[in-house]
């Protein structure tokens, strides 16, 4: 691994020991810090404000394309990072440096006085304050978790989006897609108006009754407006247009749903700037890490490709993005007649055997491995779930381990690397050639 990489892991690995709660959910900490801090929160541009379980990054990820096809300025704040902390933080187009960060950081740190804080509040607190010294024309907020104690919750939207919820996170939001929805809809504020990805019915209850409490119109993804694959491009029906857009940049028929959900947001932020090429141009580029991402460079790359393999990632851990990146899976598997193989790690308290339930129609033999730190479940116990879903699972060493079984398979399969962020990070960060930027 480079210097550069150890070094910022370094400036990780110190706020991580200064601050090691990665999360404890209130806003009384980062109220407090905001405020000696000169509340940054005030002074942003107009900020999108996303939450959901699934397609949250993905819609960010186009909401910044379309808004730079336009030719404008966005801040972006997402997380986790894949291999950079830097990832989190974009400052009117571009990542932000080594010094900003040590500088924010810094500034952020002093204000804080030594006080009780977790990691993610420093983190959040460090992108307002860069976002709020940083002149820029629009500004998206990716929820970290839930949503109503969330530390990106002390923004004031002129937007809320809420991308699919669905179960994950139990020990933190609830074990009901009702109690997650509530969690989620707490991004929703008096003049900001709302627009929802379609959802189960509970959570579609949940987020009506918060926008009539907030008093702000709701656009709902299959009552109020629409988004599908039409020909292998994207149509986009709201009440009073039809937008007729290129394919998503991103693979899987899922994108379109989320792609929609990003043109559906920035219509209801009317800015007239951002008009229907800029979305045209922005749906067709946009750049997304670790999600069905084709692999074409790095060492593991290099070895699938001299196999005659293709490679994928995908960072989605729960059932529901399981049933999308499987569906993505089985439409290259439908071309050609291969098989598929998984290279898998989880988390420890994920429904590993719901993530792999909707991988049994495909067949797929699923390679199971474990990664560096974050509560990764044993390889053994990954390939256990899979078993249960109906697939035959090896637990194997690591990810080289696994991919030397998987090439050695007969026909050569098409190969997906999957089951968490943190995984993906470390498939990303084997070569500098992959990382994020």
């Excluded at 977790?118 to 940083?134: C, P, Q, R, W």
């Excluded at 997650?180 to 990805?197: D, L, N, T, Y």
Aim: proline share 6%; aromatic share 4%.
């Amino acid at each position: 691994m480079s210097d550069h990489l150890r070094a910022h892991d370094a400036a990780l690995a110190r706020l991580q020991a200064l601050h090691p709660k990665l999360i404890d959910l209130s806003l009384d900490r980062m109220r407090r810090l905001c405020e000696a801090l000169g509340d940054p929160q005030d002074h942003l541009p107009p900020v999108i404000h996303v939450a959901g379980t699934n397609g949250k990054g993905s819609t960010v990820a186009y909401l910044r394309a379309m808004v730079e096809a336009a030719g404008l300025k966005v801040h972006v704040f997402t997380s986790p990072h894949l291999v950079r902390f830097a990832e989190r933080i974009r400052l009117a187009g571009t990542l932000i440096t080594d010094d900003q960060l040590a500088d924010v950081l810094a500034r952020v740190e002093a204000a804080n006085a030594g006080l009780p804080i977790t990691f993610f509040e420093i983190t959040t607190a460090a992108a307002l304050v860069a976002f709020a010294d940083s002149p820029a024309d629009l500004c998206v907020i990716e929820v970290g978790l839930g949503g109503v104690l969330d530390a990106t919750n002390v923004v004031t939207p002129a937007v809320s989006v809420i991308a699919p919820i669905d179960i994950d996170h139990r020990e933190f939001l609830g074990d009901t897609i009702g109690q997650i929805a509530v969690e989620k809809a707490g991004i929703i504020k008096p003049g900001a108006p709302v627009v929802s990805a379609r959802q189960h019915e509970a959570a579609e209850a949940v987020i009506e009754a918060a926008a009539e409490k907030a008093g702000v119109p709701l656009t709902l993804m299959g009552r109020d407006f629409d988004a599908w694959n039409e020909r292998g491009g994207l149509l986009v029906q709201m009440q009073d247009r039809l937008l007729d857009l290129p394919a998503p940049s991103l693979p899987g028929d899922h994108q379109f749903a989320n792609a929609g959900l990003a043109v559906a947001a920035l219509l209801a932020l009317n800015d007239p700037r951002i008009d229907e090429a800029a979305m045209a141009a922005g749906i067709a580029g946009a750049v997304w890490p670790a999600r069905f991402q084709r692999l074409i460079a790095g060492p593991l790359a290099e070895r699938a490709r001299a196999a005659g393999a293709d490679l994928w990632l995908d960072g989605g851990h729960n059932p529901h993005a399981g049933l999308a990146v499987a569906r993505a899976l089985g439409d290259l598997a439908a071309r050609d007649g291969r098989p598929v193989a998984l290279i898998s790690g989880l988390l420890a308290n994920k429904d590993a055997t719901g993530f792999f339930t909707p991988f049994a129609p495909l067949k797929a033999q699923v390679f199971a491995v474990t990664f560096e730190g974050h509560a990764a479940a044993p390889a053994a116990q990954t390939a256990a779930a899979a078993e249960l879903a109906g697939l035959r699972a090896h637990a194997c060493d690591g990810v080289e381990d696994a991919l030397a079984k998987v090439l050695a398979l007969s026909p050569t399969p098409h190969v997906l690397i999957c089951g968490s962020l943190y995984l993906a990070g470390e498939v990303l960060a084997m070569s500098e050639e992959t990382w994020p930027s």
